[in-house]
């Protein structure tokens, strides 16, 4: 982390800062809500012919 002089802040999101940072954002790793994160609305189970 101390070798990154680009990165000030160890919370950049812009880019990746230590390999081994995994605090930062990373936009490679998390691309944003991930698509099964949100799945349809968990419907209830239908009070059918019981």
């Known amino acids: ?3 990154s002089p ?3 802040g160890p919370i ?3 880019r990746p ?3 081994g940072d995994t ?3 990373d936009p490679r790793r998390t ?3 991930a698509p099964t ?3 349809t609305p968990a419907t209830p189970p239908a009070p059918g012919p019981v």
């Open 31 to 33: 691309p944003g809500p």
């Open 12 to 14: 950049t999101g812009s």
């Open 17 to 19: 800062t230590a390999a």
């Open 1 to 3: 982390r101390a070798t």
């Open 23 to 25: 605090t930062a954002p």
């Open 6 to 8: 680009p990165s000030a």
């Open 37 to 39: 994160a949100t799945p």
